[in-house]
C-alpha cells in the first residue's frame, strides 16, 4: 500500500476500503505522508466524495489517531456543542458557561479558525495566559473536579484531525462534506462525551450553503455518533449573515462577555445562544421540557451564575480573568473606523461570507498555515436583515491594523451590505432539529 495509489484510487472516483483509509491517515499522524500528499489527498475527496462508509471509517481512523477518552471515571454525563463553522459565530464562549451554570458538564474540544469562519481556540487565544492544549490528564481531572474544560487539539486527542484541519484551512478544501463530518465526529469520539449538540450551519456564511446539503451533513454526523454509541442531535441554523455583532477574536471575546454580562446583544445572538443552551440542558435531562430549559439558561445569565461560570473556565486554565472583568483591557486595533449607509431602505443582505473573507484579510484568520492571527482586527456588524435604516446608518465598524487594511475592507464591506426598497423579511435563525 502506498500514498500516491490512495490518492490516484481517490482521483479517480473510487471507494477506499477501512485499510486503505487508516494506512493513510496513520501515515500523515506520524509524518510519514508529507503535506503535499494529504492536500492532495484532500482535495481528491472534495471533489469526488466519499461513501458513508468511508466517512465512518475515516472518523473512526482520525478519532483512534491518538488517545480516547473515557469520561466515565471522571463524571456521570458530559455534553459538548460543537458548530459546522460561521461568521460571528461565539455560541461556544456563551453556551458553555451557561450550561455549566446549571448544572451540566462541559467537555469541549474545539478548532481554530477554518477558511473564512472563526474558531474558538482563535478567539479564546485573544485572552493573556490561557492554555488551551491541554494533556489528557489535565482535561480529566479538570471536568472531575469542576465539571467544565475546554480544550483545543492537543498532541494526544486526534491529532490526526488537528494536522489535516489546518492543512484544509489553506488548500481551499474545507467544504467537503466526509471531511467536516469526520473532522468535528472524530474530535467529538475522542474526547468522549455522552450528549453532543451539533450547530449545523447553512448559507453563504457556512460551508453548507443549501438546506439539503445542510440536512445530509447533520444526518450524515448523526449517523456516526450513533454508531459510535452517542447521543446526537443537531439543529439546522441560518449562517446567511454574521451572528450578532462582532467578527474577529477579541471583539467576539469582548461580545460573549457582554452577553454572560447581561448588557445588550443582537437579538439574533442571545436567541441562538438560549435555544442552544436550552436544548443542550434538555438533552442532559436537567429540566423535563424545552421551555423549562430555556427559561433556566436565561436566569442564569440574569443571576450572574453563567457570568460567573465563565470566569471560572478561563482562571482554571491560566487566563488572567481581570480582562473577563475588564473587557476594556484588551488590546484596540490601531485603526477604528465606522462605514455608513449612503442610501436609506430596508436591509436585504449582510453577506456572511464577505464579511468573513474581509475579516480574514484584515488579519483576523489565516490565509497560510504558518499566518499569526492579529487578534485585535476585526468588524462590528451593525444592521440585520429585515431592519429599516435611515442615509447615513452605520453599516460596519472596522477595527484595522494601517489605513491601507481599513481602505480595502471597506471597499469590500460596502458590498456586503445590499438595501430593497421593497419591505424585506427578517431571516429565520432555525431551520430544523435533526436526531
Ligand atoms: N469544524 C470542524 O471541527 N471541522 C470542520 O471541518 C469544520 C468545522
Redesign the pocket.
Known amino acids: 500500500m502506498n500514498a500516491v495509489d490512495i490518492i490516484i484510487k481517490k482521483r479517480d472516483g473510487k471507494a477506499l476500503s477501512t485499510e486503505e483509509i487508516r494506512f493513510f491517515i496513520d501515515g500523515y499522524t506520524r509524518d510519514e505522508i508529507p503535506d503535499y500528499q494529504a492536500a492532495a489527498w484532500a482535495m481528491a475527496v472534495l471533489c469526488k466524495g466519499m461513501t458513508e462508509k468511508e466517512t465512518a471509517d475515516l472518523t473512526v481512523a482520525m478519532a483512534e489517531s491518538g488517545e480516547t477518552l473515557d469520561l466515565d471515571g471522571a463524571v456521570h454525563v458530559a455534553v459538548d456543542k ?4 460561521g461568521v460571528g459565530d461565539k455560541t461556544t464562549l456563551i453556551v458553555q458557561p451557561i450550561v455549566t451554570a446549571c448544572g451540566l458538564a462541559v467537555a469541549k474540544m474545539s ?1 481554530r479558525g ?1 477558511g473564512f ?1 472563526g474558531g474558538t481556540i482563535d478567539k479564546l487565544e485573544s485572552i493573556p495566559g490561557i492554555k488551551l492544549d491541554l494533556t489528557k490528564e489535565e482535561f480529566l481531572q479538570q471536568l472531575k473536579d469542576h465539571k467544565t474544560v475546554l480544550s483545543g487539539q492537543s498532541v494526544d486527542l486526534a491529532p490526526a ?1 488537528g494536522k489535516l ?1 489546518a492543512l ?1 484551512d489553506v488548500t481551499g478544501t ?1 467544504p467537503a462534506m466526509p ?2 463530518a469526520s ?2 465526529m472524530s ?1 467529538k469520539i475522542a474526547a468522549g462525551t455522552h450528549l453532543i449538540l451539533l450547530d449545523v450551519k447553512v448559507g453563504n456564511g457556512a ?1 453548507m450553503e443549501t438546506l439539503d446539503q445542510a440536512r445530509t451533513l447533520a444526518e450524515l454526523m448523526v449517523s456516526i455518533g450513533k454508531q459510535a454509541g452517542r447521543t446526537v442531535k443537531a439543529e439546522l441554523s441560518d449562517m446567511n449573515q454574521p451572528l450578532g455583532s462582532a467578527v474577529g477574536n477579541i471583539l467576539e471575546v469582548k461580545e460573549a462577555i457582554a452577553f454572560l454580562k447581561g448588557e445588550p446583544v443582537p437579538h439574533d445572538l442571545y436567541d441562538h445562544c438560549i435555544e442552544s443552551s436550552a436544548q443542550l440542558l434538555l438533552m442532559g435531562k436537567i429540566q423535563p421540557t424545552l421551555d423549562e430549559c430555556r427559561a433556566l439558561a436565561i436566569s442564569s445569565v440574569k443571576d450572574g451564575s453563567a457570568f460567573e461560570s465563565l470566569r471560572k473556565l478561563i482562571g482554571l486554565q491560566h487566563g488572567d480573568t481581570s480582562y473577563i472583568d475588564h473587557p476594556e483591557k484588551f488590546l484596540l486595533a490601531p485603526v477604528i473606523r465606522t462605514i455608513f449607509s449612503p442610501a436609506k431602505g430596508w436591509v436585504k443582505e449582510v453577506n456572511a461570507r464577505k464579511v468573513g473573507e474581509t475579516s480574514v484579510l484584515l488579519g483576523a484568520g489565516r490565509e497560510k498555515k504558518s499566518d499569526t492571527i492579529d487578534h485585535r482586527v476585526g468588524i462590528l456588524v451593525h444592521q440585520k436583515v429585515g431592519e429599516y435604516i435611515e442615509k447615513g446608518a452605520p453599516l460596519f465598524t472596522i477595527h484595522a491594523n494601517s489605513e491601507q487594511d481599513f481602505e480595502q475592507a471597506a471597499a469590500r464591506l460596502a458590498e456586503a451590505c445590499v438595501l430593497s426598497q421593497e419591505k424585506v423579511k427578517p431571516l429565520p435563525q432555525f431551520y430544523g432539529i435533526v436526531e
Do not use: A, E, P, Q
Not at 460543537?82 to 463553522?85: E, K, L, P, Q
Open positions: 460543537h458548530s459546522t463553522g478548532g477554518l469562519s484531525d484541519y484544509r474545507v471531511l467536516i473532522s468535528i474530535k460551508f
